[in-house]
């Protein structure tokens, strides 16, 4: 089964940064797709972006430009670089991987992000 683990969240000013990372282990097979997502009190999860197979991303519309994605294949990690973060960016981000395929059915802890105004 696979797990994964977020970490690289904190607490960051209006217009701060941060890089958040995401640790796939227990993985039979290949990685295809990457996605980062998060969730925010009171709201449903929402996907904040995708790295498919031959690095080809999607953003959700509030975060391009701002947000960048990207992984590394031989270690089975994930990132996603946040700049110019907003108060509304405040959530817990969680990533999943495609993996043959199919989307993991585990979720790891998510790391928390807020940006204060």
């Known amino acids: 089964q696979v797990q994964l683990v977020e970490s690289g969240g904190g607490l960051v000013q209006a217009g701060g940064s941060l890089r958040l990372s995401c640790s796939a282990s227990g993985v039979s097979g290949s990685i295809d797709a990457m996605g980062w997502y998060r969730q925010a009190p009171g709201k449903e999860r929402e996907l904040v972006a995708t790295?498919?197979?031959?690095?080809?991303?999607h953003y959700l519309v509030s975060v391009q430009g701002r947000f960048t994605i990207s992984r590394d294949n031989a270690k089975n990690m994930g990132y996603l670089q946040m700049s110019s973060l907003k108060p509304e960016d405040t959530a817990r981000y969680y990533c999943?991987?495609?993996?043959?395929?199919?989307?993991?059915?585990?979720w790891g802890q998510g790391t928390q992000v807020t940006v204060s105004s």
């Open positions: 790295i498919m197979s031959g690095d080809i991303t």
């Open positions: 999943n991987v495609r993996v043959s395929g199919r989307w993991s059915a585990s």
